[in-house]
């Protein structure tokens, strides 16, 4: 049973397209996250959804929108791809502890290459 | 705002070796500490944290400990194997996982 599950694992499309990235998480947990891993491995937080609510947006452009259906879900929707949005995108997710010290729990990652 | 700086990799080590890679930090409070691990095709894991100064943290025969005094949590590892080859991630967090900030981390490779 994966506990954090993201499709698909590859994906390879044409600039200008739009694109869909699913995550579905069985933990329970309330706080959902997609992060963004360029080549070089330096990851970055995009999007956080506690319990269906957006917490955080960073500086993201506006061609890509999150939409958590419940909270054991949140897709991740890319408009008019462009070659920089090439790179591996985890989902994660959280449950607070009450210390600020819980752990995040991550998918497998989606490879997004875009030519 | 709060940073985390981890040694430049790669690291190459023969198996056996002993395992050292530096973080550093800066945080405005008392933050937790936090290494990941990514191994090859695979999303990050916590491999261990530290809550508090002094604290030690460790799993799989890594340690680390929480240094106030110099804002460090360097990992450690008496003797790698070849199955710790992956990237390793310091990360700090004030006020829970979703404000976990992340160093760029440091890609290890354990040779036979």
């Known amino acids: 049973d994966t506990a954090v599950s993201q499709t698909p694992k590859y994906l390879v499309t044409q600039m200008g397209n739009d694109k869909s990235i699913k995550c579905e998480q069985n933990?329970?947990?309330?706080?959902m996250y997609w992060y963004k891993q360029d080549s070089k491995k330096f990851l970055k937080i995009m999007f956080s959804y506690n319990n269906k609510e957006l917490i955080i947006n960073e500086t993201v452009p506006n061609r890509f929108s999150p939409k958590s259906p419940d909270k054991a879900h949140l897709n991740l929707h890319i408009n008019s791809l462009e070659l920089g949005d090439s790179a591996v995108y985890f989902c994660a997710s959280s449950q607070s502890d009450g210390q600020g010290s819980e752990k995040l729990f991550f998918g497998s990652g989606t490879q997004l290459s875009v030519l | 705002g709060n940073s985390v700086t981890q040694m430049e990799g790669p690291v190459t080590l023969s198996e056996e070796a002993f395992l050292t890679i530096n973080c550093t930090y800066t945080?405005?409070?008392?933050?937790?500490l936090f290494w990941y691990v990514q191994y090859p095709g695979e999303g990050l894991q916590l491999l261990l944290k530290a809550t508090k100064a002094d604290d030690k943290g460790s799993n799989k025969g890594f340690e680390a400990t929480y240094r106030k005094e110099t804002t460090s949590f360097h990992l450690e590892k008496g003797s790698v194997q070849v199955s710790d080859s992956a990237v390793y991630f310091c990360?700090?967090?004030?006020?829970?996982?979703?404000?976990?900030?992340f160093g760029q981390g440091t890609r290890l490779t354990i040779n036979p």
């Open positions: 945080a405005t409070g008392y933050p937790s």
């Open positions: 933990l329970g947990h309330d706080t």
């Open positions: 990360a700090l967090s004030e006020g829970g996982a979703q404000k976990l900030v």
